[in-house]
């Protein structure tokens, strides 16, 4: 935890996916309800308390420009977690969503993800770029 806050206080970019994503958030909470504490880099808090599977092909676009690609640049990924999001604070104090997502069928599932600053994550995998 220490060498991320490390990493991202001297601006490196950092990304995670899924579980990764997950530890760039303020709290995990496990199956028994219990709380830990994680980076707390991403004003995200997640949990297993009570599971709930999330599945399946996505298609999503860049917020803005990043590491990822440009502002709207469209990448295809998965998500296959079991975790809840407790709080997923975008608008407030610089965080912006990283995605806007889609189901595979092209269902707007709305945004997906965090980004602040040089910090980014989602629950997506993403696979491969859809539009270069």
Do not use: W
């Not at 998500?79 to 608008?91: K, V």
């Amino acid at each position: 935890m220490d060498g991320l806050r490390a990493a991202a206080a001297r601006g490196a970019q950092v990304y995670g996916e899924c579980g990764g994503y997950m530890v760039l958030g303020a709290a995990l909470t496990d199956v028994d309800g219990e709380a830990h504490r994680m980076a707390d880099l991403l004003p995200l808090e997640t949990s297993f308390a009570a599971p709930k599977l999330h599945l399946g092909y996505r298609q999503v676009r860049c917020a803005a420009a990043g590491p990822l690609g440009a502002a709207g640049a469209a990448l295809r990924g998965h998500e296959f977690h079991y975790a809840a999001i407790g709080r997923e604070a975008a608008g407030t104090d610089g965080v912006e969503p990283l995605f806007a997502a889609a189901d595979a069928a092209g269902n707007d599932l709305g945004p997906a993800g965090l980004r602040k600053a040089n910090v980014a994550g989602s629950f997506v995998h993403l696979i491969d770029r859809l539009d270069g």
